[in-house]
């Protein structure tokens, strides 16, 4: 499935942290929902630190944070439990969410090919629709990037 800006979405059954059980259970405000590779990871967790620490900043422009990736749920909550995240995260083992996103994306390491989650972030609207988004993320300096836009659309 092809992703676009102003592309609606489908509201599916996802398996959260926070026990939420449909992606428009965070759209009581417009949602950044961010893909990353693993839990625990250097640059996963510097990316999900920064959310992190700009959640209150983030809130009070209107919007949800929510992190997506493959792990389990045991994982993402002793990822939560060690850094103290504010904010949810999605457990995609079935790679549900991120094939709708089309996040899955040939990677290599060392020579080695292997599919894994191309770090992406999507600025969900409250109706569902996809109002931004950012492929193949280098995390330094990329919340300040979300943030800058978020307010940009204000």
């Known amino acids: ?32 929902l961010y893909f990353y590779p693993r839990d625990m ?3 996963c967790t510097t990316e999900s630190i920064e959310f992190n620490e700009n959640i209150s900043k983030i809130k009070r422009a ?10 389990t749920i045991k994982s993402h909550l002793k990822f939560i439990d060690k850094h103290s995240f504010k904010f949810p995260l999605i457990s995609d083992e ?23 989650i191309d770090r992406s972030t999507f600025l969900v609207s409250t109706d569902l629709k996809i109002i931004n988004l950012w492929r193949n993320v280098k995390v330094k300096g990329h919340v300040d990037e979300v943030i800058n836009k978020i307010k940009e659309l204000k």
């Open 1 to 32: 499935m092809k992703i676009n800006i102003g592309k609606k979405i489908k509201d599916i059954t996802i398996t959260t942290t926070d026990n939420k059980n449909k992606l428009s259970d965070y759209l009581n405000k417009n949602l950044i």
């Open 41 to 43: 990871t250097p640059g």
């Open 62 to 71: 209107g919007w949800n944070v929510v992190g997506v990736s493959r792990d």
């Open 94 to 116: 079935d790679e549900k969410v991120c094939n709708m996103f089309d996040v899955i994306k040939e990677k290599s390491l060392y020579g080695r090919k292997y599919m894994g």
